[in-house]
């Protein structure tokens, strides 16, 4: 078993030589994930699994993607999505141009996910999909737009669920046990590194999606997170949160007005 002073040496090295911050993660999850990487990748000891991340940058790439929450799927809690297509697009749709953040966007999915509920609205046109993530291993993934054919029943499925009426196959293009989504969807999604932790705004958004990533990190750094999304909203924005993390008990909470049980904020101040 891992200790916890162990676990400080090893971010304090990720953070030294590598600027990754994970000092505010939650402790018993990153516990629980380097511990699984020391029994997959078989080191015998800590000072093993430390020595192979300060010297092996290629190494480092696969850590941090380990470490890293990488589970998502298209159309996740469909009526999240049915809530977005009915409630929050509609809205959104008067505004001459639609900013939307997914930050913490892991392998892509949900982007797709709304870059086709925007093109069903007939918005996509107008909009721009900033999607960003820690790691730039998953942002080449979400970049190509190639997800295992495997997975498309039950994210059509979940794109039924969601009030979608096409024929889902028609996003994309099978091939080899793979599908290609269709580069139009792709056209309007910028991808690009951006770290919660240490990065600052970038931009004026009309709806932020971070969904099931505050949930590992400690108080203090939701509190930082949330302060940043709020400086990224504009008035009347939306910010959608997953279903086990919340605004209340933060400070900007006054400024929001929860809409859903779904996790779906309105900025009001």
């Not at 080449?140 to 499925?157: D, T, V």
Request: aromatic share 14%; hydrophobic share 40%.
């Amino acid at each position: 078993m891992i200790e916890e002073e162990e676990i400080a040496i090893l971010l304090n090295d990720l953070y030294e030589i590598y600027g990754y911050d994970f000092n505010n993660y939650s402790k018993a999850s990153l516990r629980r994930r380097i511990q699984r990487i020391c029994t997959i990748d078989k080191f015998p000891s800590f000072a093993e699994l430390r020595y192979r991340v300060k010297s092996d940058p290629a190494y480092l790439k696969r850590f941090v993607e380990e470490i890293t929450v990488n589970v998502t799927e298209m159309f996740r809690d469909p009526t999240f999505y049915h809530f977005l297509r009915t409630d929050v697009l509609p809205t959104l749709g008067a505004k001459p141009f639609i900013r939307i953040w997914h930050a913490g966007c892991s392998t892509g999915e949900e982007v797709y996910s709304m870059a086709i509920l925007l093109q069903e609205a007939n918005l996509l046109h107008k909009s721009l999909l900033y999607a960003t993530d820690l790691n730039p291993t998953v942002l080449e993934k979400a970049r190509a737009g190639i997800f295992p054919m495997s997975h498309m029943k039950l994210y059509s499925e979940n794109y039924i669920g969601s009030g979608g009426k096409n024929d889902f196959s028609s996003y994309y293009i099978a091939n080899y046990g793979q599908v290609k989504f269709k580069e139009s969807l792709g056209e309007k999604m910028i991808f690009s590194t951006h770290n919660l932790v240490s990065d600052r705004s970038f931009n004026e958004f009309d709806l932020i999606l971070c969904r099931n990533v505050l949930i590992y990190f400690d108080k203090d750094l939701q509190e930082k997170v949330l302060k940043l999304f709020d400086e990224s909203l504009g008035t009347l924005g939306y910010l959608a949160l997953g279903s086990k993390e919340t605004l209340k008990f933060s400070s900007i909470q006054t400024h929001y007005k929860q809409l859903t049980r779904d996790k779906v904020w309105r900025k009001i101040s």
